[in-house]
């Protein structure tokens, strides 16, 4: 790798890194009309540090490893999601199979 790539690589992760703090720190500092939820915090939180990172590949030209990145994120926020929905259908019908009786 040229040295030339090496300080790209490394002034856009800075770069990268700077731009994300500052977007944390406008999500945590900024006057809200109303306290968000946790989960729209986590959310807001989440996508804002996965956006610095993508930035920081695709300005690298690794848009294989974004494309992994989102395919994961994506598995994970489904099995988190069909767990909440488990837990939902639980808490409304009780144990699997008691709804109808059987």
């Known amino acids: 790798?040229?040295?030339?790539?090496?300080?790209?690589?490394?002034?856009?992760?800075?770069?990268?890194?700077?731009?994300?703090a500052l977007v944390l720190l406008v999500e945590h500092w900024f006057p809200w009309t109303r306290e968000p939820t946790r989960v729209e915090?986590?959310?807001?939180?989440?996508?804002?540090?996965?956006?610095?990172?993508?930035?920081?590949?695709l300005l690298c030209g690794d848009w294989v490893m974004v494309v992994g990145l989102g395919v994961i994120v994506m598995a994970g926020e489904l099995a988190r999601l069909k767990g909440l929905l488990a837990a939902r259908w639980e808490e409304l019908f009780g144990e699997a199979g008691e709804a109808d009786g059987g």
């Open 41 to 57: 915090a986590y959310v807001a939180g989440v996508s804002t540090l996965l956006a610095g990172f993508a930035t920081w590949r």
């Open 1 to 20: 790798m040229s040295m030339s790539r090496v300080v790209w690589e490394w002034g856009t992760l800075g770069a990268s890194a700077l731009l994300t």
